[in-house]
């Protein structure tokens, strides 16, 4: 039988850190890692100081992550947390954010080089990390997963260790609603990616089949919300519940080739992470049609769809702008990064299939598709 791990404790719920303040308070000082916009403007910081005023618990606050921000400065970051004596961490905000919030818990508890992170071996455990998610499409906040900057905004690289496991992630859909729609957008596609990607995935089991198709159908269920603009509290309550499903399964299976390619499409065109692999997901599922056809029909029927409506839905939702050309694509394939994932990849996905997937979703943007 397939086993499943998964330490995290969830709560969620309007209000859920008022209602659940013991998951929140912890003995000893405790340091509060956002960036630095999202955190006030959604009022999580405020719940979340408010907790711990009541409860006169010390903290400080790190209010300074960007998506430049890197691993020298989050190496800084963790030792400014030993050196003030720094217990827990409370990460409020995208996926980004969360990710220095975990990453910094690794070295303030550890004496270590910034890259020995990367060794995925830590001789203490970090620092117990709560993680307030303000988007709904990072799954960071229930995965073991980090994704850091190198100092080079064109290099990124995630480490993985169960010891990363957030301690508790609180869910309330409120801190969502100051999203911009092009960002509740792109945040979405990116949860439905980690979601199908776990799907279809050698790695998936029944137990991580029933939390990605369980995400897809809620993010299915919000279509007309994300294309229209007009996203209720219910939608938005979905989309979230949603983004830590697809994180769960990820979190089980590991990602696959979407991630992978989009991930050049991020480094070297700058395109936002979840509208690159936006852009990816429907030739992939195409590709899937001749490896696995009853898992991709899965997929589009768990998303209330067809393969030509999910394209329509995807070039409105996240569209791809931007021109590519053959140059271009040889650069992403020399930069390949398939290969650590290739594994996980049902059927044998070769450089040929990669290459025709870039061209296909992004020189022949226009090609239709029939259903199956
Ligand atoms: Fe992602």
Redesign the pocket.
Same mark, same amino acid.
């Given at each position: 039988m397939p086993k499943y791990f998964m330490p995290t404790m969830l709560l969620s719920g309007k209000n859920c850190i008022k209602r659940h303040p013991r998951h929140l308070v912890r003995d000893g000082k405790c340091m509060i890692v956002t960036g630095r916009k999202s955190a006030v403007l959604s009022g999580a910081l405020a719940d979340v100081t408010d907790v711990l005023d009541e409860n006169n618990v010390e903290y400080e606050i790190y209010d300074k992550v960007t998506a430049l921000t890197g691993i020298s400065e989050i190496y800084a970051l963790g030792m400014r947390m030993r050196e003030s004596g720094v217990k827990y961490v409370i990460g409020i905000g995208g996926g980004t954010t969360l990710d220095v919030a975990k990453a910094a818990a690794v070295y303030a508890a550890n004496d270590m080089q910034p890259m020995d992170i990367y060794k995925e071996h830590y001789k203490n455990d970090p620092l117990k990390v709560v993680c307030i998610p303000t988007t709904a =499409?990072? =799954?960071s906040d229930t995965t073991q997963y980090v994704m850091m900057s190198l100092d080079d905004v064109h290099k990124r690289r995630s480490f993985r260790s169960n010891k990363c496991f957030p301690y508790a992630t609180f869910l309330d859909s409120r801190y969502t609603n100051t999203l911009p729609i092009e960002v509740t957008r792109h945040t979405a596609v990116?949860a439905l990616? &980690?979601a199908v990607e776990s799907y279809l995935n050698t790695q998936a089991s029944e137990f991580s089949d029933t939390v990605s198709l369980e995400a897809i159908r809620l993010i299915g269920s919000c279509k007309e919300a994300l294309i229209t603009g007009r996203v209720t509290e219910e939608d938005r309550e979905k989309l979230l519940v949603a983004a830590s499903s697809g994180g769960m399964a990820v979190a089980h299976t590991g990602l696959n080739v979407v &991630?992978a390619m989009g991930h050049q499409l991020t480094c070297e065109k700058e395109i936002p &992470? =979840?509208r690159a692999?936006g852009a990816l997901l429907v030739e992939f599922l195409a590709w899937m049609r001749t490896h696995d056809i009853m898992r991709a029909v899965d997929v589009v029927t768990a998303f209330d769809s067809d393969l030509s409506s999910f394209k329509k839905f995807m070039d409105k939702v996240v569209p791809t702008p931007e021109e590519f050309t053959e140059a271009d694509i040889d650069v992403f394939l020399q930069n390949s990064i398939v290969n650590t994932v290739r594994q996980n990849c049902p059927g044998d996905f070769t450089p040929e299939d990669e290459r025709q997937i870039y061209v296909n979703a992004l020189i022949e943007k226009r090609r239709k598709f029939n259903n199956w």
């Open positions: =499409g990072t =799954g990116d990616c &980690h &991630h &992470h =979840g692999n």
